[in-house]
């Protein structure tokens, strides 16, 4: 059985998580209905937030989509010395936005989120940072709900593959923010999504989804022809008519270069590719300290908030890989698109 028919969607298309942008159970909503599988991240949000978004979602549209759940365990605790060692490159983003230094309330606790998520029966979970426990993945299956995990390597394709989840996700070099990554003592590299999927579909069962260099039609039916089952697009869908974020993002998008993109911490805790910014800057300059993802989260949710609603990319997430193609379309047309370039049955 191939994805479009285990999920029950149109397309093999899955929509990139848009980490930390208002208004995604709205994108998300709409990209479904379009014949996508919409991801709405959990990441940075609370558990009312979780709750009501999912909710949203399930009352308009009929179609599956995905919950995306971060199972890497993180301190998010802050103390003064925290806060000095961040205020230093901070300091021009609180001048710039107007802001009084301070933090986000603590976010929930992974295993909170997880209760939330599967309470509510999303068609859909995707994992990032790691793989469940087999407790947590039988409890799922009972529920019927279909799980994907990252893999940004082999040896993590592997792991999944000798679980219950049901297919793989490979996270390419190329693509757009987080970079997932489980927690053990392996210091592996970041592959070129051809690459990866040319050593992994050798070793692996289950049906596999990629993320990367597939920003195309072309690049995605090639993908496919090489044995992917499905996949994941950020900046298509991203910068589509519908999509929340700012007009200054898209513009950025838009100049957007190999040169201009980097990986920082700064955003999330965590390793993100993102497009340099005056924050990127600040923080490289500085030195600056990152916390514990937790706690770099609850440190820069105001100043994120902020940003978002002033419209100023010089303290928002730009998140951005190595590619960018630029959608000047709404979805309906940008999903033709690709359903008129694959031969969408061959993958049914």
Sequence with gaps: MNITEQLSIKLPLFQAPLTGYPNQDQFVTAICN??????????????????????????????????LINLAETETTIDLDDHSSANGYLQPAFQALDLTPSEAPAFPDVNDVCKTVVSNLPPVLIFKNGIPTDAFIDHCKQNGITMFAFASNTLEAIAIDSTDIDGIILQGMESAGLQSKFDNEFNTGRYPIHTLLYQVKQTVQKPVVVWGDCQLPS??????????????????????????????????????????VTETSVWLGQPTQVLQNALTKSQQAEDGQILSPGAQQRLMMPVIKAAIAQDNPDYMPLWAGLCAEVTNTGLRELCQQYENFIDINQYR
């Design 34 to 67: 379009h014949g996508a599988l919409g991801v709405y991240s959990t990441d940075m949000q609370t558990l009312e937030e979780i709750n009501r978004d999912i909710q949203y979602i399930q009352g308009h549209t009929a179609e599956p989509f995905a919950v």
């Design 219 to 260: 690049a995605a039916s090639t993908l496919l022809r090489n044995g992917a089952r499905g996949v994941m697009l950020d900046v298509p869908f991203w910068t589509a008519a519908e999509s929340p974020i700012p007009d200054s993002y898209r513009q950025a998008l838009c100049e957007h270069n190999e040169m201009l």
